[in-house]
């Protein structure tokens, strides 16, 4: 266990719907950051966020939105979901002055 | 442009061999950590080992090690008698300046044979 949980492990969801992903960071992590892995596209950087707010943003489409609350639990909120949107969505964490990540062991979104 | 290059999209070894997995960075930052994640079939990514642009000694972490030239900007990483875990998704991913998103290479798959 890394210490970052992500939930739901699978979600399988039609077109046109909306879904939200969990993410808790490690213990003591301050930044919080949305990774999608698709076949095609590789691991491209979404989103971070820092301590609640939004640090830096990836290639992150306009139908995709994320927040970080106060408790420093994450969520990605997927919209308007097409079949392209498939893929492995990754949560990571890292502490102040650290340079590594953690990963959670992501969220596998298929869309049918 | 490709700030991460890994030119071997995929890689054959024999078990307890060693093997070199090929990694190009480009960047014109002074401070930047250079990283080796290993993807298995089961999709989590694990940390195998992490190089910092000051750091003079290269890196090791058991059986990896991080082959870093600075001057060619290449950090290869190379896993020593090779197991057939070790079969999986290597990624080289590279973190400018401090408190950056980390940008991730394309990857190379393993195949450790018996």
Redesign the interface.
């Known amino acids: 266990d890394?210490g970052v949980t992500q939930t739901p492990k699978h979600l399988i969801t039609a077109t046109g719907q909306r879904v939200t992903l969990r993410c808790s960071p490690r213990s003591g992590d301050l930044?919080v950051?949305w990774y999608q892995q698709s076949l095609d596209q590789?691991?491209q950087?979404l989103i971070?966020y820092?301590n609640g707010e939004e640090?830096?943003k990836?290639n992150i489409l306009e139908r995709f939105s994320a927040q970080q609350f106060p408790d420093l639990h994450s969520e990605l909120n997927l919209s308007s979901l097409e079949l392209g949107d498939s893929a492995?969505y990754?949560c990571?964490s890292s502490r102040q002055?650290g340079?590594?990540?953690?990963?959670g062991?992501?969220t596998?979104l298929t869309v049918v | 442009a490709q700030k991460i290059t890994q030119t071997q999209p995929g890689m054959f070894v024999q078990e307890k061999e060693a093997v070199t997995l090929d990694c190009t960075y480009d960047t014109s930052d002074q401070s930047y950590g250079l990283f080796w994640y290993k993807q298995p079939s089961s999709g989590e990514m694990i940390f195998l080992i992490y190089q910092g642009s000051y750091d003079e000694q290269n890196a090791t972490e058991g059986r990896y090690s991080l082959n870093f030239q600075k001057a060619r900007k290449s950090a290869n990483l190379v896993i020593s008698a090779s197991q057939l875990g070790d079969s999986a998704m290597y990624f080289c991913a590279m973190r400018e300046n401090y408190g950056q998103n980390f940008v991730f290479g394309p990857g190379t798959r393993l195949s450790v044979l018996p």
């Open positions: 890394s930044s950051y590789g691991l950087f971070q820092y640090r830096a990836g492995l990754f990571a002055g340079y590594g990540y953690t990963f062991s992501g596998r």
